[in-house]
C-alpha cells in the first residue's frame, strides 16, 4: 500500500497517522537482534515503518531493504525506504529502485543526505529534489521527502526554505516528514507557511523522545532544532539521573504528540532510535489518541 492510500484511509477514520523510524545497527551482532525489536514495534500498530539509509560505500546500509522486506512480509507492516544520493549516482541509484520493486516496496523516501567525508561526494544529484524527478523515471514509486520546521542548516533563510520544498513537492514528493522539533508552536507556524506556498501534502510531526541529553545535543546540533526554556530545564535538572531524564523525556514527548493531535496534526513520526521499549512508552500513553 502506497502512503498516500493509508493518509487517506486514516483520515476517514478522524485519527492522525502513527509511524515509526528505525535504522540498521552498525554492528553486525546488533543487526542479528533486530528482529526482537521489530516484533516490539509491529506489535504496536505503526501505519507504517521507515527504515534509513546512509552514505554510500557501506556494507551495513546493503540490510535496510533486507529489513524492509522483513519488516513488510514478516510483520505486515508497510515500510517506507530511506535513499540518499549525495554519494550516489544515477546508475547505483537505478539498482537500489530495482531492488525495492522487486522486493514489492513501493515507498520511498527522498534524501540529499548529509556529507560523509570518509566517502567521495558524487554529482549526479546536488538536490533531494533531482533525486525525486529521477525516481519518477524509475518506477510507480510512491515518493516521501523532508521537511525542517525551524529551517535547514543549509539554507540562506526561512522565505528559501519553503521555496526548496515547494519545488521537492512539485518534483513529485506527495508526504512529507518533519526533523525533529521540541517547540510545537514552530512546527505549528512552519505548517501554516506551508499551506501558504500552495504545499497540500500531509505532513507529519517528527518527534524524538529524550533519552540521553547526549544524544539529543548531538542530533540538535546536526539539525538546528531549538530548546525550549522548560526542555532546556528538564535536561539540566536530570542530566545526572539516567531514569528520571527517561521518565521526562517521555512525558515530554507525550504531552507534545497529545497537543499535536488536539491540533488536528496530518500524522506523528516517532524517532525510535531502534529502541521499542520507548516507542510503547508513548503508544500507552496516546492508546486512545490514535
Known sequence: ??????????????????????????????????????????????????????????????????????????????????????????????????????????NVLALRGDVNPNIPVKYDFQYANELVEFIKTQGNFHISGACYPETHLEAKDAITDIHNLKRKVDAGVTHLVSQLFFDNEAFYRFYEKTRIAGISTPVEAGIMPVTNKANIERMVNLCGASLPKKFERILKKYENNKEALLDAGMAYAINQIVDLIANDVDGVHIYTMNNSKVAGRICDGIRNLI
Open 1 to 106: 500500500m502506497k502512503v498516500t492510500e493509508i493518509f487517506e484511509a486514516k483520515k476517514k477514520t478522524g485519527k492522525p497517522v502513527l509511524s515509526f523510524e528505525i535504522f540498521p545497527p552498525k554492528k553486525e551482532e546488533a543487526l542479528k537482534n533486530i528482529d526482537a525489536t521489530l516484533e516490539k514495534l509491529c506489535d504496536l500498530h505503526p501505519d507504517f515503518i521507515s527504515v534509513t539509509f546512509g552514505a554510500g560505500g557501506s556494507t551495513v546500509d546493503n540490510k535496510t531493504v533486507e529489513i524492509a522486506k522483513k519488516i513488510k512480509n514478516t510483520y505486515g507492516v508497510e515500510p517506507i525506504v530511506h535513499l540518499t544520493c549525495l554519494h550516489y549516482g544515477k546508475e547505483e541509484i537505478s539498482g537500489i529502485l530495482k531492488q525495492l520493486e522487486e522486493a514489492g516496496i513501493e
